[in-house]
Structure formats: C-alpha cells, structure tokens
C-alpha cells in the first residue's frame, strides 16, 4: 500500500494545507510545489532507505579501534537526503532553506520513518540547528547551523549522564572559563567541559565532516561547587572537530561555495571528545548509540585536557534553551512510532490479502470439503486490522495537526498564534507518548496477524517491533510525560491551554452532532471531555502532588484516547464533506475506524480516569518490601 493517498487526504481535505500559501512566509509555494517534495521524499525513501531496513538491522554499527563503522547505505541514504534539501526544508531562503510550512516537512518525513526509521538522525541534526537558530550568536548561527543545515556537519543533544539518567537535575558535567578571555571568543565564551553523557544518538560515526553537540553541563559558582537542581545548567556547542573560521567573503566563496557575506569554516584540532563506548540496542540498530567522555584527555587542545565548548544563550538558562530542541524532537518521536506502527499495519494487512487458511462457520459448522478462505475474511483478523488503522492513522493525523500548530505560532495572527503555542504545550505529551504506546500495540496485532511466521525474521514485523519498543523511553518516559502532561501543562497559565484544547473538541462535537451518522459519538466525545476536565480537578482537589501525579500515567491515556476520538470525530466529518455518498472506500475505511475507536477504545477511559480523579495510593504506597 501507498501512504501517500492518506497523507494527501489528512494535508489537503482535512487540514486546509494549500491555505498556508496565502501568508506572506509561503507565498511562493503551492500544491505542485509541495507534492513535487512528496514526490523527491518518496522516491528517495523507496530506493535508498526501504532496501537497506534489514540490512542496517543486522549490520550494527561497530567501532574498529579507530572509527564507527556503519553500512555504506547509510551513507548513500544520508548524502540523498542532504541533497534534497529537507534539512532545511522550513529554514529561510537566506540560510538556504525552502521556506516550507513545518506541516508539509513533518509530512514529507513521514516517507522516511516508514521506510527504514533507524537509517538516518536527520530529525537531531534539523533541531540542534532549529535551536542555534534561535537562541544561537549570529557567528553561531553561521558556523554551525548553516553547516548542518547543508548536510556538511550533523547534530546531537547530549542530556542524560550514566548515573542521573533522566533526572536531568543530577547532571554534574562541568564547564569552567578556558582561561583569560574566554568570553570574548567570535564563537561565544569558551569553556572547558569535563564530563560523561549516555545514550547520545548518532554520536560517532563517519557520515559528516563534523559532529556537533549540544551538551547541557553545570557552571561551579563562586565557591567551586555545582549548583543543585536545574537552575545550574548551562547550554554549550561541542564540535567534534573545532572550526577554522574565515572573515566573510565579498562575494560568493570560490569554487561557488557559500553565499555573499558567508564564512569559510575548515576544520582543526580533533576536540577532546571521545567515544567510551557503543550502547547494543533491541531495536533502531542503524543508527549508532554512544557514551561519550569530554575532557578525559585522550584528545588534548593546546595540551590540555577538557573538551572546548561554546556557550548557548546565558549561562544557567541552558535547559530553557534546550527544551526548544527537546520539543521538536518528542513530536518527531512521535512520527516515528506512528510511521512503524503504520508499516505494520501495511505489512500485515498485505499478508492477511493473501494467506489462505480456515473456512467459514456455516449453522452447521465448518465445512471442510469447501476451499480455504484468505485470513482477512475472518472476524477476529479483521478486529485486529482495524484496531492498527485506528491507531496509525490516528495518530498520523494528531502529529500533523501539532505541525499545523507550529506554523500556526510562527505565521498567524497574534492571537491565533499565542493559542497555537498553548495547544501545542498540552497536546505535546500526548503527540510523544500516545503513539509510542498505542502503535507499538499495533505492531504486536501485525506479528499476531502473521501467525508464527510474524515471529521469525523472514517478515519485517517483528523489526518493526522491536524499533518501535524505543519510543516509549525516547525523549522521555510515560512517566515523564504524563508528569508534565498533569503537574504542569494543564496547570499553566490558569488552565488556558485546556480551556482552549475543550473549545476546539466542542467545537467538532457541535459540528458532529449534526450529521446523524456522527451523532452518537458526537455525544460520546462530549462526556469524555467532561469526563477528563473533572479528573483533572479531582486529581488536585487536595492540592497535594504527591496525591495529584500518583496515577499521572493513567490519567495521560485517558486524556490521550480522548484528543484521538476527537481526532478521529474531526476527520470522519472532513471525509463526509468529501464524499457525503459514502462511495469511496477510503471514506469507508475512516467512517470504520472512527467507529471502532468509539465502541473499543473510548470506553478504556473510565477506568483510567477513575484511579486518578480518586486520588488512588495503592501503587504509592506499598512498601517495597512487599514486592
């Protein structure tokens, strides 16, 4: 199957995506434009990323002593990409970007993660350089983000540390002033960093000319000691390989490299940044994991030990900054679950097509003297079919409306604009953590539909698994999330960012209750919304945290199930609008699934919602002796 009839379906019928091109930023665009970067997107995901899935599952990258070793389709797959301009494709002209709307990029993206999802680490490369833009110096922005923006130089987040792990408070890498006039550096005040970090995606490897990463680390204060908590941490630029930069050039670079007024960026002296180690994953084994060590001494600058960092933003404000890059990428992991869970599902329903075996119950029972039946004729694998639609595609369409909201806050009136960024802090827990549960769920049903073949090597499935089981931890756990989704996300700003998530699901219901095949849920949808504005209540009625986050999790699923009966609700209207005859089987498809959400997956809330409006300690409160 192609995914490209419902991603038009999703951009075009359901989200008004062509409207975008009436703001000033996309004037230049249209239609053709857009489907001509679907079409670059998918041809490169079909011939240099599908191909190699297997391959780069089997051949792990591995370090030889001196380098990572990684297949040459990663290679081939990361130079194609580059080439086609898709690490830039939202950046400005100027800094050689396509001006695309985010949503038309995260869609274009989505051919990628469903092809080989472990090939390529364009999405951190994207936000270490989205970051840099901006919170990054002008002569940040130049080197560094320019550079990754080409595909020349690639890009890392470094947060966690072997012995803090996500309790980013517990960071104790340090950096100190890298001596008299530091702070005057072109690059931004120079510091020495001295420090471990664990689990750095595509942290070594021989793809780029350089490997920039942006390392969180803690500034000691007068008395030479960490500050606790996260008050302390700093944001630094830490190049692999430090830069030689030129003056800018009159004119274009020779060689007609560069552009009018741009540097010229050569490489020096290897910093001090080593690899300690290869991390051997389950899953999404294409793309190397690392423990890196700075400033052990193994790579001495000027003779002295401590990797050469820059710093980003003001010192002790770093993780505000990096949050704009952690943000970026929960939406991307999001994406990815949903487009492995959506390969499944392809894969699965191919094989139900095709795979004879049983027959049909008659009143009399089965009949074995009549011929075999394709397994998609039975109820049960039809369930489970059915059951991965509503997911994937589900959630496809929540992770492109959250695009739709980034170029709403960057692009629309002021008022439109400053909703869009509350919409998208509370529904951004949701875009990380639903899919990553709920299309993992889908890729078991494809395992199951394929029987015991689907347990063996000889069908993708259960790849597809396996790099799916990452994205639960990826950038933040349920926990994590579901803690920022209650402790913080509809607390802030007096609760303005649910109030406006409930108008626009009111909104649907209103349109929904309508249209009398719609109605039922539409009136299904409006209790759930009641359902979770009253457990939010509940869950802080006593004004206690510890009480309030207990049953965070639950409360995030159903929170969470109930934006993706919403979703579903909103674009059963949009397919309706489209086809009010009910001809197409598309249509069809999407009136299915809307159903099978509400009859199956809706009523899942109660019991979620109930253990956290109740404020339910039984997980809180047993001693660990009694496990």
Known sequence: MSLRPTLDFLLYQWLDAESLNQRERFADHSRETFDAVFDTCERIAREKYAPFNRTVDTQEPHFDGEKVILPQATHDAQKAYAASGMLSA??????????????????????????????????????????????????????????????????????????????????????VPDGEGFEADPLGP????????????????????????????????????????????SLFIVPKWLVNVESPHPGPLPGGEGEKGSVKVTLGARNDVALAGLNHKLGWRGTTNTLL?????????????????????????????????????????????????????????????????????????????????????????????????????????????????????????????????????????????????????????????????????????????????????????????????????VLMEGGRGLQLLGGRISATVEKATRVPELASYAQALGKALQRVGSATQAAWASGQPGEALANAVPYMQGFGHTVLAWIWLDVALAALAADSAKLMAATLGRLAATRYFYHYELPKIDAWLRVAETRDLTCADLPEEAF
């Open 293 to 489: 060590n700075f400033g052990e001494g193994k790579y001495p600058v000027n003779g002295e030990a401590g990797a050469i960092g820059y710093l980003v933003g003001k010192p002790h404000e770093g993780l505000r900054c990096m949050f704009h890059m952690m943000n970026e990428a929960r939406i991307g992991v999001g994406t990815a679950a949903t487009m492995l869970g959506m390969a499944g599902y392809y894969a699965s329903l191919d094989y139900a097509k095709n795979r004879p075996q049983g027959r049909p119950v008659g009143p009399g029972g089965k009949d074995a003297a009549q011929p075999q039946i394709r397994i998609i004729e039975h109820a049960d694998v039809k369930r489970m079919l059915l059951a991965q639609k509503a997911y994937c595609e589900g959630a496809l369409a929540l992770e492109l409306y959250c695009a739709r909201l980034v170029d709403e806050h960057h692009t629309a009136e002021p008022q439109a604009a400053d909703d869009a960024r509350l919409l998208l802090e509370v529904l951004t827990p949701i875009a990380k953590s639903w899919p990553s549960e709920w299309c993992l769920e889908a890729n078991s049903l494809a395992i199951q539909v394929h029987g015991g073949y689907g347990y063996t090597r000889d069908f993708p499935v259960e790849q597809y698994w396996r790099d799916n089981r990452l994205n639960m931890i990826h950038e933040g756990t349920h926990g994590i999330q579901a803690m920022d989704l209650l402790g913080r996300k």
């Open 190 to 233: 120079r510091y020495r960093l001295k420090g471990n970090k664990m689990w750095i995606s595509a942290g070594e490897h021989e793809l780029t000319e350089n490997i920039i990463h942006l390392v969180l680390a803690k500034i000691p204060g007068p008395d030479g000691k960490l500050i606790s908590g996260t008050r302390g941490i």
């Open 90 to 175: 939202a950046q400005d002209y100027e800094v050689g970007g396509m001006q695309l709307p985010y949503t038309v990029e995260a869609a274009a993206n989505a051919f990628f993660a469903m092809a080989s999802v472990s090939i390529g680490s364009g999405m951190l490369t994207t936000g270490n350089a989205n970051l840099l833009m901006v919170h990054g110096t002008d002569a940040q922005k130049d080197v560094f983000a320019r550079n990754e923006f080409s595909g020349r130089f690639s890009g890392t987040m470094c947060l966690s540390e072997p012995q803090a792990g996500s309790s980013l408070s517990d960071v104790v890498t340090r950096a």
